[in-house]
């Protein structure tokens, strides 16, 4: 299974070269997670109600495909990797049938009081199994 | 007195018009009165050691000349209007001896615990008489 | 007739205050005039096609209660003056039943190739139609 | 040797958790090669002059330590690759002494005309040699 994030590029996101600025993808991959997140029932209201935080970790973009202003950039939304404490998803972000760029995340979960790592999605199997589900 | 304050635009501030966009100018405002605050020794730090925070509540902002990648804003800064609760900024941004634009801020200050609105710069004749220097 | 464009605030949006930095609102207003050209029938592309650029002249914002992340601002949108020349439109941004801000911007129409101001609405009888419709 | 970049860090920087947005310092890089290029005689300008565009085709950013606003964040910028079509840069940026986040930029060079990669560091014998110098 994949989840798929639509992001219409703003004005406000391009730049003198006449594209979208290199930067502003990390931030459609942000949105995307968010949106994923909130869609599995595991959104960040929740996860603050919890005392859980949720930092980036790293990243990684490579971009391939220019886009511009009002381009519907289809965000292909997976997740490549878990371990108990860390989860990597995955971004392939599509502009008219071509590749725009192809992301990753790494994330960690903490205890928002301690700051400590915690083992967040051992917490939940049903986390767990729908992380799973969308899993390439 | 003035103050004055640079601002090299950068290249992710510029937009596909080959300018930089209208919104990051309100952004450079905030950078000189951060700076113009720390500058007469009531940064930003110490407000928030006092429990004080000083919101923004309106700007306005008049477009005149088109600035651009490297481009060295140089932004004239002076205090419009003061009243026990209100000040008024004033912004005069330049480009190459040209008006860039013309830009004000108003701002009140809060008791960050209660949220209530206080008399900040009662509280301190030499930062009343400061600001009475910079005023235009 | 009054034209609603919604905003669902991002996490990068917000600032260390924990709330929607004031820069980003400014944001907003475009991506509602640009939502609103393009349904009406005078989106982004046609203009260019016809090599006619909208830049900003002004704006003003007057802020009245804070939204944050993940907040759905409604953005009330309509025709405030129009001359032959200008047009001024109105924003009102909601938040659960209270006004977030108040805004206004003002704009010219331009030959792309010339740099001159050009009379854009009188061409189209229609446009001029449609726009005092949304007249507040 | 390696090139030094200070970004001190802007309110409007932070986010809702109280430190710096992980999308920003994708543009403090931009900041730090913008000057580095021009401290070395080959700015924005003269390439652009010359024809030639270099644009961005991957980063990666590794998070350490979270900066916050006014924080001066301390670049330390080196070359990590050099081919004869491509180069990549290096990025440790440094908090009162601690890692805040290590990065990498994969650039290009373009004919600006035909879009094609030209061999740009091959022109100038004096522009390879520096960029040799500042190899890790």
């Not at 406000?12 to 930067?23: A, Q």
């Not at 960040?44 to 970790?57: C, D, F, N, T």
């Amino acid at each position: 299974m994949e989840y798929i994030y639509t992001h219409k590029v703003h004005y406000y996101e391009t730049d003198r070269m006449g594209v979208t600025h290199h930067s502003n993808y990390i931030r459609f991959m942000e949105e995307t997670r968010v949106a994923f997140m909130e869609e599995i029932g595991y959104g960040y209201e929740r996860m603050e109600a919890e005392g859980v935080g949720s930092p980036v970790m790293g990243i990684t973009c490579d971009y391939k495909t220019p886009t511009t202003f009002a381009d519907p950039v289809e965000i292909h939304f997976n997740v490549l990797e878990m371990s108990p404490l860390k989860i990597r998803f995955g971004y392939t972000m599509m502009i008219k049938g071509k590749v725009a760029c192809t992301a990753t995340s790494l994330h960690c979960f903490l205890d928002s009081k301690t700051g400590r790592p915690i083992k967040y999605m051992e917490r939940f199997a049903e986390l767990e199994a729908v992380l799973k589900d969308y899993m390439k």
